[in-house]
């Protein structure tokens, strides 16, 4: 429902996995459904989230984020700890696609604005190109059937 744009019904969702399974992912899918819709409760549930796995990398920037807005100084460190867990991922060669842009975010939120771009420009790209292979190409002919090209 998020990516389809239905919102209201994805918070729906998000609340429904949150309560029926509650781990330091689904309360953090719950509360950035919130993020622009109630910030107190996107905060309880951010917070949530931290209880229940410490070092929730997304949850620590995103309540960091928060919290420097709100000129509290803990705000810099959770981000600075998210940061961490991002950047030994990367130096383990070991991240998803989606932590590129977690990790690049979190060096720009921390002033390392270099950093952040290189992490940007080091993030893998999909080469449909490298696919093509001319020696195992099929062309289908209604009249003769499957032909080897």
Known sequence: YSSAGYDEKALE???LAFEKNKNATTAFNFAHSLKSKNKEKFKEILEESL???????????????LLKKEKDEKGNEMIKQAF???KMKYDTNSMSESDYSWLSSAADELGMRDFGKQVRESKPTFKGDELYNSDNLTQTNIEE????Q
């Open 13 to 15: 969702f998000y609340e």
């Open 51 to 65: 209880q229940l796995e410490p070092n929730k990398p997304h949850s620590l920037y995103e309540l960091g984020r």
């Open 84 to 86: 961490d867990i991002w």
């Open 145 to 148: 059937g499957l032909i080897k």
